[in-house]
T-cell receptor, first 112, second 115 residues
Framework: GENVEQHPSTLSVQEGDSAVIKCTYSDSASNYFPWYKQELGKRPQLIIDIRSNVGEKKDQRIAVTLNKTAKHFSLHITETQPEDSAVYFCAASPGGSYIPTFGRGTSLIVHP | GAGVSQTPSNKVTEKGKYVELRCDPI?????LYWYRQSLGQGPEFLIY????????DSGLPNDRFFAVRPEGSVSTLKIQRTERGDSAVYLC?????????????FGEGSWLTVV
């Protein structure tokens, strides 16, 4: 089955800095890569996703890049704000099964 | 409904007891998922329904866990003879379940504590 590794487990930045979270996956059949943000005690919420036919996608301050050859994908957050503080999860989903496998999460702390 | 709804939001039960957790997916979503999330971990897949049938139950940890979705909408996750290690947040999610996209939307979860 699919295996998703996520790094770092904790990321601490100053407000205004950029943050980068990296994930790798094992199943070359995976073709859909969502990112979720989870605040304490809340549900994971989709913030951005990318499909395997695209190398990069941006939405305001967040962007995701995908390297299919290396089986890497990354989340980039620019101009971080305290409200970006949360746990972020990457996931990979093979097209046939539609079942996302999640990474272990990155706790992002943005200091004012 | 507007989103995925789960009940109860919190459940405390004694070791050995039976529990049921309910999930009401987004209206029209044919795919339904159960995940389990322990503290400091990512969601761990349990079972996936497409319509009424369990298309993949490979994530269920053992035969104490069972889930049903008899009419293709509401699903119930059933845990028999609960153990302290079952304590976790049980997340339900749903999606359109077609090849045009597989964004899954989570509910708020059911926090299960086995004492």
């Amino acid at each position: 089955g699919e295996n998703v590794e996520q790094h770092p487990s904790t990321l601490s930045v100053q407000e205004g800095d950029s943050a980068v979270i990296k994930c790798t996956y094992s199943d070359s059949a995976s073709n859909y890569f969502p990112w979720y943000k989870q605040e304490l005690g809340k549900r994971p919420q989709l913030i951005i996703d990318i499909r395997s036919n695209v190398g990069e996608k941006k939405d305001q301050r967040i962007a995701v890049t995908l390297n299919k050859t290396a089986k890497h994908f990354s989340l980039h957050i620019t101009e971080t704000q305290p409200e970006d503080s949360a746990v972020y999860f990457c996931a990979a989903s093979p097209g046939g099964s539609y079942i996302p496998t999640f990474g272990r999460g990155t706790s992002l702390i943005v200091h004012p | 409904g507007a989103g995925v709804s789960q009940t109860p939001s919190n459940k405390v039960t004694e070791k050995g007891k039976y529990v049921e957790l309910r999930c009401d997916p987004i209206s029209g979503h044919t795919a339904l998922y159960w995940y389990r999330q322990s503290l400091g971990q990512g969601p761990e897949f349990l079972i996936y329904f497409q319509g009424t049938g369990a298309a993949d139950d490979s994530g269920l940890p053992n035969d104490r866990f069972f889930a049903v979705r008899p009419e293709g909408s509401v699903s119930t996750l059933k845990i028999q003879r609960t153990e302290r290690g079952d304590s976790a947040v049980y997340l339900c999610a749903s999606s359109r379940g077609d090849s045009s996209g597989n964004t899954i939307y989570f509910g708020e979860g059911s926090w299960l504590t086995v004492v």
